[in-house]
């Protein structure tokens, strides 16, 4: 790698490649999310919600290091579609909790093949893709701000 003072070209640098690399999952992933009827934002969200349950609008960004803004409308489309409710917290009525429906829970079956996907055209083996994912989230807590966790 160029010395930090060498400019580098775009191919070489890590933001490039990672940026590059994100694009192309979405793009592996967007065939089978548009059978499910889901955009990536909204599997995110998904995961979210099938790893933790019940969440906080809030607590969603956070997870997926997304704004209120962002998260919200993506909350709102999986309602309208019935995988998602969302209920005002009793205790603070600024809080908007979203819950899975039975459908939302169900559709988790519908998305498991995905990591397959990834892993069948990456050109890794299993190894190389978890250590890989290591790798980039130990990036990923290092860039990331000390109020972010």
């Known amino acids: 790698m160029p010395h930090a003072s060498t400019p580098i070209p775009l191919d070489q640098q890590l933001c490039f490649s990672l940026y590059s690399a994100s694009l192309a999952v979405q793009r592996l992933y967007r065939p089978f999310l548009d059978e499910l009827g889901i955009t990536y934002t909204q599997y995110l969200v998904l995961c979210t919600l099938w790893e933790n349950g019940p969440l906080a609008v809030g607590a969603i960004g956070r997870r997926l290091v997304l704004e209120a803004s962002t ?8 309602e309208a579609a019935g995988l998602v409710t969302r209920q005002r917290s009793v205790k603070d009525e600024r809080r908007v909790l979203v819950d899975l429906t039975p459908r939302g829970l169900a559709l988790r079956s519908g998305t498991t093949h995905l990591n397959d996907e990834l892993l069948r055209n990456s050109g890794l083996d299993p190894a190389g893709m978890i250590a890989l994912t290591a790798a980039v989230r130990t990036l990923t807590d290092h860039l990331r701000e000390p109020d972010e966790d």
Not at 71 to 78: D, E
């Open 71 to 78: 998260v919200t409308p993506a909350v709102k489309r999986l």
